[in-house]
């Protein structure tokens, strides 16, 4: 947790939810990054962590984990650790005392593991508690039906590995086993996975395929199994999927989901980032030109927004803005360099570690994006970040005399650790040969079962990737919006659809009928919402089923577009002032009046709190708030009131913050303030809100420093390298616990206003409606999907005529903000910053020291 300085341990910080099952109180970053000590030659720091892993590390707790997580971070991360320590031991200098004691931890984590294949199809549970297993009643878990087909996949490499270490031939069948079924699954016709399966029946739940989250590592892992154990059955596996893969998802430069019975039919319109790690991938199979390309496209877009959001739309908007701190692109970008030789990509890196250092560094490490768009934080530093983005980097980097050991004598798994390749000739006891699978006859040459050699493959000439480069240097500032392109083609190319969404009427009975022809029922919500449900298999036929999607798919731009008519994104509040100087970001909500942030220059000033502090009545501490920023308490009155009274007296801008304490961005939908429902054009002032959480970084810094200075945009300003020079810590406590798993949440099941939506935050504001009465006249923002259900598997269109929220979303009425306790206080007194900063003396010191330095 750079911002609070303290490691995030399970149960002593606010659930996260899903993300949290990466968390098994096992120091999780310690174990994920032992090999990228040795990787950057710090054998002496390896060989104390490796100590450390081993006298305090317990893998017998009472906690439920990720199956997929505890996998590639825990168990890959002992078994890349004790491949680096067994080749210290062999060079003789360091690790001598050493004597597997990794790899038995490995193999007591893999045991833990094992009672999670006890399924009728050999597919995992997705959840296993590591002192009880699976299905006991102290286990907490053993009940879903449901896992993705990464989570499945992406066990081959690490348990292969324990079995050829240790001779337990168990780990590696059960990982075959798991990986065959997958594979007889597979959608014949289109040789596509789904993205999440039915571990007991089989069936596929979600029909969406792509490369990117819920099955990138599934691909992966078939390749690499074929280089790390030379059975030629995961070759043709490979090669099947990537000839489907080409043939349906490659759209040049973009890679597009389709749906597995129907390829040639997009499945959405925008893409994750996780698959940027694909143009690596295809660089280890060979396939140079398109990996090239696809790699271009995605560093445009990190050049417009500094990082790659979670998900970007075909047009190459922000989907989902949030960034923690992916490796994926950086591992394609080194893959690149080395198959091309092409400095070109070293200029890539070279970006990657400025953006780095310049907007995620903070004093204790650094912080995720919270949004791209406006440089927010957010109170996390995944393990993945040690674990594979230092080493990607420094490799990209490095001479060969710069690393201690061949890393050509190793193979990366999907968290970036490194097993030898020798143990493909290590305790062989699996049969080599599927005989049960069939494989596509595929004519291309590019498939020969070969390991790929960059030194034949293609040339190392750095012309050859620039010829390819160049038609796509403008590729993201000169888009323009795509749509769904194959089914608008579909349109004109066959009959008339029985329904277009622009055209429906929920009381209309000729349209019911035409929607449960075409598998779409209707849902009537407690809150009076409509919910539109397909079920592909209750449409009529084939035809009216794929009409239906259509409809659905028309309803999601619909409700898209009416959203974008409404919405505001959210703005920035940063304090510049000493001993912060812009590290600190607060994500703000925006307000429908005033001054407009994203059309006028920001405002700079210092801040001060107003008397009384709610705003409502004319200031009685004027000279105060004269040319500075007011700082309002919510409650009590409209915002435009607020507004009115602290620019007659002199404030040049306003930042209400919260009374609702403990309020936060990030477990609540932001506020966007609306207006009056009058004229407000007498309002000349930038207005924001803060949840109290964020409001509180503001006052307690008042308290300690007095002036505080603090800047209003609608996006994070670059930090003035005078006061670089300057810097001292912040006491930072910015936004944390927000879930990673809304990259897997690209589920079919759509709330007509939030799902689709392509840039900003979606609104449920009706200032139209509202009488004179209200106060604080809000409407809630949530960031797009990020509160969307990961396990939903039905395509479901929410129709309420207005801007909805998702049903599980946080909504912020309009209503009277009556305060039963005008007297509350700003806040209860936190750890003074002084106090805080005292705890950091030995972070800043090591701060300092990487200033220096040069990743």
């Not at 080749?87 to 690790?95: A, I, R, S």
């Not at 084939?542 to 309803?555: K, P, T, V």
């Not at 006061?723 to 927000?738: F, L, T, V």
Request: one cysteine or more; glycine letters at 6%.
């Amino acid at each position: 947790m750079p911002l609070t300085c303290r490691g995030r341990v399970r149960g002593q910080e606010p659930s996260r939810g899903d993300v949290d099952d990466a968390l098994g109180k096992f120091s999780l970053t310690l174990i994920d990054s032992l090999d990228t000590l040795v990787v950057l030659n710090k054998t002496k720091e390896f060989e104390d962590a490796v100590r450390k892993v081993l006298r305090d590390v317990n893998l017998d707790n009472d906690v439920v984990v990720s199956v997929f997580e505890t996998n590639i971070r825990v168990l890959g991360g002992l078994l890349g650790g004790h491949s680096l320590a067994i080749m210290l031991k062999e060079k003789g200098e360091h690790m001598q005392w050493y004597n597997d004691e990794l790899l038995q931890m490995a193999k007591q984590l893999g045991y833990k593991l094992l009672p999670a294949f006890n399924t009728t199809s050999g597919l995992p549970y997705p959840r296993i508690n590591l002192k009880f297993g699976i299905r006991k009643p102290e286990a907490r878990t053993g009940t879903e039906t449901d896992t993705c087909t990464a989570c499945a996949g992406t066990l081959i490499l690490e348990f292969a590995a324990l079995s050829r270490f240790t001779g337990a031939t168990i780990f590696e069948e059960y990982a075959r086993k798991a990986l065959d079924f997958l594979w007889e699954k597979r959608q014949r016709s289109s040789n596509l996975v789904g993205v999440t399966i039915n571990i007991h029946t089989g069936d596929w739940v979600r029909k969406d395929s792509g490369v990117g989250a819920g099955i990138d590592s599934y691909y992966e892992y078939l390749l690499k199994a074929y280089v790390l154990l030379g059975d030629d059955s995961f070759l043709e596996r490979f090669n099947t999927h990537y000839d489907a893969i080409m043939r349906y998802i490659s759209q040049p430069p973009l890679l597009l989901d389709v749906h597995i019975h129907k390829p040639m039919l997009n499945a959405r319109t925008w893409m994750d980032a996780l698959l940027a790690f694909f143009p690596g991938l295809q660089v280890l199979k060979g396939d140079i030109r398109p990996a090239i390309e696809t790699h271009e496209m995605l560093y445009q877009v990190i050049k417009k927004h500094n990082f790659l959001p979670e998900a970007f739309t075909t047009d190459f908007r922000v989907h989902w803005a949030q960034h923690p701190l992916r490796p994926e692109f950086a591992e394609s970008t080194y893959f690149l360099y080395k198959a091309t030789g092409d400095p070109y990509y070293l200029e890539v890196g070279k970006t990657l570690i400025e953006n780095l250092n310049k907007y995620a560094r903070v004093p204790c490490g650094f912080a995720a994006m919270k949004d791209v768009r406006t440089g927010s934080h957010e109170d996390r530093m995944d393990s993945f970040f040690l674990a594979e983005m230092f080493k990607y980097l420094y490799l990209l980097f490095a001479d060969k005399e710069d690393i201690i050991f061949d890393i050509e004598d190793y193979i990366f798994t999907t968290e970036a650790h490194l097993l030898p390749l020798w143990l493909s000739t290590t305790n062989q006891s699996i049969s080599k040969k599927n005989t049960t699978s069939e494989y596509t006859e595929l004519d291309d040459s590019n498939f020969d079962w070969t390991c790929p050699n960059t030194q034949i493959l293609f040339p190392n000439d750095p012309l050859y990737a620039q010829s390819i480069r160049e038609p796509l240097k403008n590729v993201v500032d000169k888009s323009c919006p795509r749509g769904i392109i194959r089914v608008e083609e579909s349109f004109r190319s066959g009959a008339k659809p029985p329904l277009r969404a622009r055209d429906f009427m929920a009381t209309n009975p000729e349209h019911l009928e035409i929607l449960k022809k075409m598998g779409v029922s209707l849902i009537h919500l407690k809150d009076g919402r409509v919910q539109l449900v397909q079920h592909a298999i209750q449409a009529a036929s084939s035809i009216d089923a794929e009409d239906g999607l259509r409809f659905m798919q028309e309803m999601i731009e619909l409700s898209s577009q009416q959203q974008k008519e409404q919405q505001l994104p959210p703005r920035a509040v940063q304090i510049v002032s000493h001993p912060f100087f812009g590290r600190v970001v607060l994500t703000a909500g925006p307000a429908q009046f005033g001054l407009d942030l994203s059309k006028h220059k920001e405002t700079r000033g210092f801040v001060a709190s107003s008397k009384p502090y709610n705003g409502c009545s004319e200031l009685t501490n004027p000279e105060a708030v004269m040319g500075k920023i007011a700082l309002i308490q919510r409650g009590q009155c409209m915002f435009a009131e607020k507004a009115r009274n602290i620019q007659n007296a002199g404030a040049i801008g306003g930042i209400v913050i919260d009374d609702n304490e403990g309020s936060s961005s990030d477990t609540a939908p932001l506020f966007q303030m609306a207006g009056d429902g009058k004229d407000t054009d007498d309002i000349k002032i930038p207005m924001l809100f803060l949840f109290s959480k964020e409001g509180s970084i503001i006052l307690d810094a008042i308290r300690e420093y007095e002036e505080v200075e603090v800047l209003l945009s609608d996006k994070a300003k670059d930090r003035d390298p005078e006061m670089e020079n300057e810097e001292q810590p912040s006491s930072e406590n910015d936004s944390q616990n927000q879930s990673a798993e809304q990259i897997s949440s690209s589920s079919q099941e759509v709330d007509l206003v939030d799902q689709e939506s392509s840039e900003e935050n979606s609104l449920n504001s009706h200032p139209e409606s509202l009488s004179p009465a209200d106060m604080d006249n809000a409407a809630s923002i949530s960031p797009s999907e990020q509160t969307s259900n990961p396990t939903e598997n039905h395509e479901t269109t929410n129709l309420n005529g207005e801007c909805t929220d998702l049903d599980n979303q946080l909504q912020e009425q309009s209503e009277t903000e009556e305060d039963s306790n005008p007297n509350v206080s700003w806040g209860k007194k936190v750890q003074p910053i002084d106090s805080i900063l005292a705890d950091w003396n030995e972070d800043i010191e090591a701060f300092e020291m990487m200033e220096k330095d040069e990743l």
